[in-house]
């Protein structure tokens, strides 16, 4: 049974919707020292905001759209990132990154990555919002507990799961062992069957945090009478869930899967630290940002020759799919959203 | 007139701004000239130094100090990076024309960077830096084409350490052979200790214990003869060392292949395994771990007995940026000179690492002294050199294949055979 919101009785203020006033105000006509003023001053004074906007602009055009440009132009270049810019190669880069399996194999993980984020999110998080509606004396302090990981350091976050999960000195395979679950012990990050799984349960943990409060806040906008309405009508709680709530989140949906697409096509920090620039073992948890990293600067610390401008040419390619999926996720999710509303 | 008010009247117009930023611009470049209003032109110069053992930072601040009472006016501000961080750091700020201004390379990189040509990050020293009194080993790595760049800070040799405590245990003798460390490895393992403990996470470990057996197999002059292309690592009996590192497997500890090099350092130093590939300078860091740490060092055992062999590296080469102010050059090319002389170096074997002087034989650390008198068939470092350079490369890249099954040990020959440019001679010195 398909329950509709209810159509709202009450305008904002309060006032029921045929209050209104039989026409609008007219608006208020410019005085003839306005009229005249606003053809003398400048176009500077005419539009003060700009003054206030500038600083904003100055940095975001030197520290965002300059580099951005400049990379492009740096990815069509020999370069190993010291020293004079070498021979123009076009776009040979680009091919040559197209034609590595290397690439390929990051992508994939990547891909598997996300994929596995937006379900946990979309069940555990919003799972764990849903509880977290309720009130209770503890909500604020489980909150606060679940958010943590958010603004935690990921290179230390990433040192204490390293040393939880290793075999001979963390806790995690002892813990296992004594609560009867011994048959679970594993070498969490050797292994190449589990060590991405590791990597993306790590990563869950981290980010679950940020699916919450999202969740949480579009869950507070959802109003109670909507859904007071469908269970007078019979509805059960989940039917209450999937036909009024859910589709209430419809905008806290589309910011948590457009972020973390792109928390996590850019994820970088916390796996490096976790799996090291080799993406250990043999490549098996290798992602985008990790190999973009190994590229520029060399995996072993002592190339002589990094490959800087190919890695450049990564960045590149992973910003325009950024851009471009990003746009095309928010644009299917915006309609989403009107068709809903 | 109130506060409130005055300030509702000041108004930022077009004129006091330019009027602000133009008595900015100005500030800036008077500081630039180096005129700084209230200073004398005998200001005290201060100089940026970066050094990639974090572990030494205190002896390092010690021998800097010993410099600055020698060179009043002169102050050296030091700062220890993480070994993995430093090469990435140092290449940014090169790029961004910002490093230390006493430039610390990395061994091996002034060799490919002057062959490479193009403009250096650092400046010629020839005639301000004395190493005539250097090892030809360290001399090679800083004098190119008749000018001297620097001096290396000190060197290290590679090879294995052991915890003296666990081998007396089990009545082991430190191994010469390669049989005998199987076997060793064996008795370990039955009594239940780990006998290896191997970072393969990281680029570090596999690599040097690879390096380690194939030297023990060709010595020095079989490594001129690989450089010179005359000798390739797919000889059968090199195919023996990438094997020997892959019939090992059993014997490291459970999850090497996600262990990092500073874990396995830790797990190694407190004990919980019997051995670890270890340079002279991993001794700081497994006692700052374990003070109580009863450690020895032994040469790699080789194929048969008396072929074992080291592995001997520099530590940083400082050279004098030349992103630097002329003053802090100058002052930076005293400091370099002086880590060459044998004051210095007295100070870097007591202190820190193994000396790049050849008038210094002795130091106030026993494992050092265990270190030299360990030295067997002594090989460079194979990164200090411009043809095989890239092995760190192709062993980073190959060395979690050994482990997966991915690679055999031939193909992880051929793989670390393709990383090598033969030269027509091997015309730099060798360890």
């Known amino acids: ?341 | 007139m109130t506060r409130a008010k005055r300030l509702s009247h000041a108004r930022l117009d077009r004129r006091r701004l330019l009027r602000g930023v133009g008595g900015a611009a100005a500030l800036a470049a008077l500081d630039q000239t180096g005129f700084t209003i209230g200073a004398s032109a005998q200001d005290a110069v201060t100089i940026t130094m970066w050094g990639n053992h974090p572990e030494w930072r205190d002896p390092m601040l010690e021998i800097l100090a010993a410099f600055e009472e020698a060179n009043p006016g002169i102050t050296v501000e030091f700062t220890a990076i993480p070994g993995p961080d430093y090469p990435a750091k140092l290449q940014t700020a090169v790029a961004g024309g910002a490093p230390s201004d006493v430039l610390g390379a990395l061994e091996g990189s002034i060799l490919t960077q002057v062959a490479a040509g193009g403009e250096l990050p650092f400046i010629d020293l020839t005639g301000k830096v004395d190493v005539s009194g250097l090892t030809d080993t360290a001399r090679g790595q800083v004098e190119v084409e008749g000018k001297v760049y620097g001096t290396p800070l000190a060197s290290y040799t590679v090879g294995l350490a052991y915890q003296k405590p666990i081998f007396a245990e089990h009545g082991l003798e430190p191994p010469t052979t390669w049989q005998e460390l199987k076997d060793a490895a064996q008795t370990l393992q039955d009594a239940g200790v780990t006998p290896i403990v191997l970072g393969a996470k990281d680029w570090v470990h596999p690599y040097f214990m690879y390096i380690g057996l194939a030297s023990a197999v060709m010595g020095p002059e079989g490594f001129d003869q690989l450089r010179a292309g005359e000798r390739k690592l797919t000889d059968p009996d090199l195919v023996e060392a990438a094997q020997l590192l892959l019939d090992l497997q059993p014997f490291y500890q459970s999850g090497f292949q996600a262990t990092d090099y500073v874990t396995a350092k830790a797990i190694f130093a407190n004990g919980q395994g019997a051995m670890q590939v270890a340079g002279t300078a991993d001794f700081s860091g497994y006692r700052e771990v374990n003070p109580e740490a009863d450690l020895g060092f032994m040469a790699w055992p080789g194929p048969e007995a008396g072929k074992y062999s080291t592995n001997t590296g520099m530590e940083l080469l400082y050279t004098v940026s030349r992103f630097a102010t002329p003053e802090a050059q100058e002052a930076a090319t005293k400091l370099v000179a002086w880590l060459a002389t044998e004051e210095a170096q007295q100070l870097v074997s007591d202190k820190i690492a193994l000396p790049v002087h050849t008038g210094i034989t002795g130091s106030s650390d026993p494992i050092r002294q265990e270190t030299v008198a360990a030295r067997g068939l002594d090989v460079i470092v194979w990164y200090d050199l411009p043809e095989t350079n890239k092995t760190t490369d192709a062993a980073s890249e190959s060395q979690g294949g050994l482990w997966t099954g991915r690679l055999t040990a031939q193909q992880f020959a051929e793989e670390m055979q393709a990383s090598i440019v033969p030269s027509a001679g091997a015309a730099t010195p060798t360890a």
Not at chain 1, 83 to 98: A, T, Y
Not at chain 1, 146 to 154: E, R, T, Y
Not at chain 1, 211 to 227: I, R, T
């Open chain 1, 1 to 341: 049974m398909a329950v509709r919101p209810a159509e709202r009785q009450t305008t904002d203020n309060g006032r029921g919707s045929g209050d209104r006033a039989p026409f609008p105000p007219a608006p208020p006509t410019p005085s003839r020292f306005e009229r005249e003023s606003a053809t003398t001053r400048s176009p500077w004074q005419r539009v003060p905001y700009v003054w206030f906007l500038l600083p904003a602009l100055v940095g975001y055009g030197t520290f965002f759209v300059y580099p951005t440009i400049r990379a492009f132009y740096l990815s069509l270049f020999d370069w190993t990132g010291v020293g004079p810019i070498g021979d123009f190669v076009g776009l040979q880069h680009f091919g040559e990154l197209l034609r590595s399996d290397r690439f390929w194999a990051a992508a994939l993980h990547s891909g598997q990555l996300f994929l596995f984020i937006f379900i946990f999110q979309n069940t555990v998080s919003l799972g764990l919002a849903l509880m977290l509606n309720r009130r209770s004396r503890m909500t604020h302090i489980y909150r606060a507990i679940i958010f943590l990981p958010v603004i935690m350091s990921a290179v230390a976050t990433g040192i204490i799961w390293i040393l939880m999960l290793d075999p001979i000195i963390g806790i995690v395979n002892p813990v296992l062992r004594d609560v009867g679950l011994g048959w679970l012990q594993r070498e969490w990050q050797a292994d190449q069957d589990w060590a991405m799984r590791t990597v993306m349960l790590v990563q869950a943990w981290q980010w679950n945090g940020m699916a919450v409060v999202l969740y949480l806040a579009g869950l507070q906008n959802v109003p109670e009478d909507l859904k007071h309405a469908a269970m007078i009508d019979g509805a059960r709680r989940w039917q209450v869930f999937r036909d009024v709530v859910f589709p209430m989140l419809a905008p806290a949906f589309t910011v948590v899967t457009v972020l973390s697409f792109i928390l996590i096509f850019r994820a970088f920090d916390l796996i490096y630290v976790l799996t090291g620039p080799l993406g250990a073992p043999d490549g098996a948890t290798l992602v985008i940002g990790v190999l973009i990293y190994g590229d520029a600067f060399g995996t072993s610390g002592y190339s002589s020759q990094p490959h800087m401008s190919y890695a450049i040419a990564e960045g590149v390619t992973l910003f325009a799919f950024l851009a471009g999926v990003s746009a095309l996720l928010v644009s299917l999710l915006g309609r989403r959203e009107e068709a809903i509303h």
